[in-house]
């Protein structure tokens, strides 16, 4: 199909993208597989927010960007950042489904280079208090976590296998993009890697709701002071295995009404606790 430039502070054209079916749009499809991206290499940062974060910064490689005509006018100045070889495709907004198989928010899509893999003792190494996951598969949970965790001035996150991958498009969105800017790992031994965050200097506080363990204001109001703050799955829990690598379990008090709360929600009160301390 032809091809028009849309005028932006660019050295080379946008191209307008008429036909869903343009081979242009080829890197596009099957994006919903989150699989499939990430044997590619890739991830894909979807909204408005997202795309202007790794725009703008110098870690980050946009591969492509597809974009509805509202969605570029207001990233004008992101796309104008991007490298001259990087190819923006404006179409229709109804064309996303055609092509990526899911409704896109906001408008704009980008293919995003994976940065290298972080070690754990690489994303602990300067870091006061951090959150560890074990197990948490959920996309919303894993990017709450991340969000919480850059609010409250988290210096990392350590995920076992088995989490849900932080630049799964999901997580990146319901993060509002801190999963981009907060440090994290994906440990390749677990629980081994607890002791790797031992031997770093850490207090490792395992959250539970059983009543033998501390009150979280307890501890926070006596904090060491490096703490990784582990949290497992909202119906399992930590593993035995997990737990007791623990050097102290804290709960946070809740009424009989309730067995346990969300993990997202559990890791913003013990952040906010620890943080305020």
Not at 22 to 34: I, W
Request: charged share 20%; aromatic share 6%.
């Amino acid at each position: 199909m032809p091809s028009s430039s849309v005028q932006v502070k660019r050295a080379v054209a946008i191209e307008r993208i008429a036909d869903a079916h343009d081979d242009r749009l080829a890197p596009f499809r099957g994006v919903a597989d989150p699989e499939l991206v990430r044997r590619r290499g890739q991830f894909i940062a979807e909204g408005r927010l997202v795309v202007r974060r790794v725009a703008g910064d110098a870690r980050f490689h946009v591969r492509a960007l597809m974009t509805n005509d509202a969605a570029r006018a207001q990233l004008a100045d992101a796309i104008a950042r991007l490298p001259e070889e990087t190819p923006v495709y404006v179409c229709a907004a109804d064309a996303f489904v055609a092509v990526t198989g899911y409704h896109i928010h906001r408008g704009c899509l980008a293919l995003v280079d994976r940065p290298p893999a972080r070690t754990v003792d690489e994303v602990v190494a300067a870091a006061e208090t951090i959150v560890v996951l074990e197990a948490v598969a959920n996309a919303d949970n894993v990017g709450a976590i991340f969000r919480h965790a850059a609010a409250f001035g988290c210096g990392a996150v350590v995920l076992s296998p088995g989490c849900c991958d932080p630049l799964y498009r999901k997580a990146i969105r319901t993060s509002m993009g801190a999963v981009l800017q907060v440090p994290y790992a994906i440990a390749s031994a677990w629980p081994d890697a607890l002791a790797r965050v031992r031997a770093a200097g850490y207090t490792i506080a395992a959250l539970t709701p059983r009543d033998i363990a501390t009150p979280l204001d307890a501890f926070a109001r006596k904090r060491p002071t490096r703490v990784a703050l582990v949290a497992g799955t909202e119906g399992a829990g930590l593993s035995a295995d997990a737990e007791a690598m623990a050097d102290v379990r804290v709960r946070i008090p809740i009424s009989g009404a309730v067995d346990s709360l969300n993990v997202a929600t559990a890791v913003a009160i013990a952040l906010y606790e620890v943080s305020r301390e």
